[in-house]
């Protein structure tokens, strides 16, 4: 069996709970997927029929108690991290048995996983959720399964995963940043490209400053998380009238299209065979190069302008 090959019921289970969470306009999250095994077939959707009850659909709809707990906002395609840790677990259980992936795994695991959401939903519906796990346990063949281990989660501020309140920060590495927050050299700024380079280097500082104190991935990413969004927010202060700076989506897609329109350039101009191919990827790869160069030397240059402003900066 090839490494976490999946079946058909569980891919389509999954495709079901993100059609659900576009219906309902949320990233896909626990309860999400919890429906899309549901309106299935097999074991795992015979386990979530409420009988007389109350379809899980409607039970998740309906409910408002759940929709208030639900994941919010995703920038990621509508992924969430509960939704990512919920298929990591099934996954592994599912490699652990030397089986292909299947929705009674990922029925188990969204049971184990315990967020609100599914034990609300399951409630509503009439449905008791040890029997329900019980089910689908004894469909894999083991009755008596133990709860699974869950892969950890994503990191505090990554993702959908909100990052960790500024009164749990690494209280050293907040006060560093607090400091240069404070002696941020906002009157430096001429142009949008400034704004660019001070951002980016802020960044660069919170991961050093997490580096230097051997901070775990929460706290990492909670500091560049809280020290972007402050810096951000003084920036704005100081400079109004500059255009809204690119989302990293904004980015990733204008560099995309611009990829994309090359090699249609390409194309028209009747470039064919191996020897174009090769100097398509070659031209692509010098444009990314002096793309990062520009970057670089932009970011370095507006270090050189403003390193005064940051004397006497504190070093934990």
């Not at 281990?149 to 309140?165: H, K, N, V």
């Not at 090359?262 to 692509?284: A, C, I, K, Y």
């Not at 010098?286 to 390193?307: A, C, E, H, P």
Request: charged share 25%.
């Amino acid at each position: 069996m090839g490494h976490h090959e999946m079946s058909t019921p569980y891919l389509e289970a999954i495709r079901r709970g993100f059609g659900f969470a576009h219906e309902v306009d949320q990233p896909c999250g626990p309860v999400h997927l919890l429906v899309g095994v549901a309106e299935g077939d097999g074991p795992a959707a015979a386990a979530l029929d409420p009988g007389q009850g109350r379809p899980l659909r409607a039970a998740v709809t309906t409910n408002s108690e759940t929709q208030a707990t639900g994941v919010g906002r995703s920038p990621y395609g509508g992924l969430s991290h509960l939704h990512m840790q919920a298929q990591g677990a099934a996954m592994s259980l599912a490699e652990s048995r030397n089986e292909p992936v299947k929705a009674e795994h990922l029925l188990i695991a969204l049971l184990d996983q315990g967020t609100s959401p599914v034990f609300d939903a399951l409630r509503h519906a009439g449905l008791d959720a040890d029997s329900v796990r019980r089910a689908a346990a004894t469909a894999i063949g083991a009755p008596g399964l133990p709860p699974i281990e869950l892969p950890a989660l994503a990191p505090a501020g990554t993702m959908d995963r909100a990052a960790l309140p500024v009164s749990e920060l690494n209280g050293r590495a907040w006060d560093a940043l607090r400091w240069r927050q404070e002696h941020l050299p906002v009157g430096r700024l001429r142009r949008p490209s400034d704004r660019e380079a001070l951002l980016h280097l802020e960044r660069e500082e919170a991961w050093r400053l997490a580096d230097r104190l051997s901070l775990d991935d929460d706290q990492r990413y909670s500091l560049v998380s809280r020290h972007a969004s402050e810096v951000g927010k003084r920036v704005e202060r100081a400079r109004p009238d500059f255009p809204g700076a690119p989302s990293a989506r904004d980015r990733a897609q204008a560099r995309a299209t611009a990829l994309s329109r090359r090699h249609r350039r390409h194309r028209r101009q009747g470039r064919s065979g191996s020897v174009s191919f090769t100097l398509r990827n070659v031209t692509v790869g010098w444009g990314v190069w002096f793309g990062n160069r520009r970057v670089g030397l932009r970011d370095r240059w507006f270090r050189l302008r403003t390193i005064n402003s940051y004397r006497g900066a504190p070093q934990p």
